[in-house]
């Protein structure tokens, strides 16, 4: 039976580790029946995502077997970076229908203490990796997408409220949600349309730089609407909707996965 992405060709950037909500919402794109490549931050990474892709277990109704998911390195840190990655997935995918970005980084002494502490270069480093890149891959990933397209970002609730300890990434994800805005304006002509996740906290790898994230999750198990954190697995089913066709008439969009914490909090 085909799956909802079924003839589609999908990139997911950042890939880092079997925890991370990008490799769910890898195995989600595969299991949809869409064609499936990964990026990569840097050659050290790469044996960890070529293991992972062992997860991917080869399936007769899907057209795409694990062997043959192109993996591509890209230093989203720069211009040149970006390009070569996409040039070079351009020969595996000449026509992309989706590609994810699921990437952010800060310093982490920037991640402690007070915000009014952050330091300069903590403040530009998060920005630039956590929000530019969207930029920055969406420029080059246009000019593959010649049918249309489906852009999804991944964001938190920090962007718009106070998070104990989230600190610099606050203001990176308020300005990755206004780049998905203005993205959306600039590409909708072209058919490309440009949305976000707002997740609720999961317990990634990355995650564990925010102290007492633990504690986070606790306080919204019992106050949530649904009473309850979500699973990387619930993101990247919204993730799915929004890079398939049921979703062709949404752009500039936030769609929240976070148990209704959004509504309450």
């Known amino acids: 039976m085909p799956g909802l992405l079924a003839g589609k060709n999908v990139v997911v950037m950042g890939v880092a580790n079997r925890r991370s909500i990008a490799w769910a919402v890898a195995r989600a794109v595969h299991a949809q029946g869409g064609r499936l490549a990964l990026t990569y931050q840097s050659g050290r990474v790469r044996p960890r995502v070529e293991r992972l892709l062992a997860d991917l277990a080869p399936d007769p109704d899907l057209t795409q077997a694990p062997a043959d998911?192109?993996?591509?390195?890209?230093?989203?840190?720069?211009?040149?970076?970006?390009?070569?990655?996409?040039?070079?997935?351009?020969?595996?995918?000449?026509?992309?229908?989706?590609?994810v970005h699921s990437i952010a980084y800060a310093p982490a002494n920037d991640l402690q203490g007070s915000f009014v502490e952050t330091t300069r270069d903590g403040f530009a480093v998060a920005n630039d990796i956590s929000s530019y890149s969207l930029i920055a891959a969406a420029r080059e990933a246009r000019r593959l997408m010649a049918r249309g397209g489906a852009i999804v970002t991944m964001t938190y609730a920090g962007s718009h409220r106070v998070i104990p300890n989230y600190n610099v990434m606050g203001p990176a994800k308020a300005s990755l949600e206004s780049s998905v805005r203005y993205l959306a304006a600039d590409l909708g002509p072209a058919e490309i349309r440009v949305n976000a996740v707002s997740a609720g906290p999961i317990h990634t790898v990355a995650a564990r730089s925010i102290k007492d994230f633990a504690g986070m999750l606790e306080l919204l198990q019992t106050h949530t609407p649904l009473r309850r954190n979500v699973t990387a697995e619930e993101v990247a089913d919204a993730v799915v909707f929004l890079l398939s066709d049921l979703s062709r008439a949404i752009t500039g969009e936030i769609v929240h996965v976070d148990a209704g914490a959004h509504a309450v909090t």
């Open 69 to 99: 998911v192109p993996l591509v390195e890209c230093d989203v840190a720069s211009d040149d970076g970006v390009n070569r990655a996409m040039k070079k997935l351009a020969r595996d995918m000449p026509t992309l229908d989706g590609l």
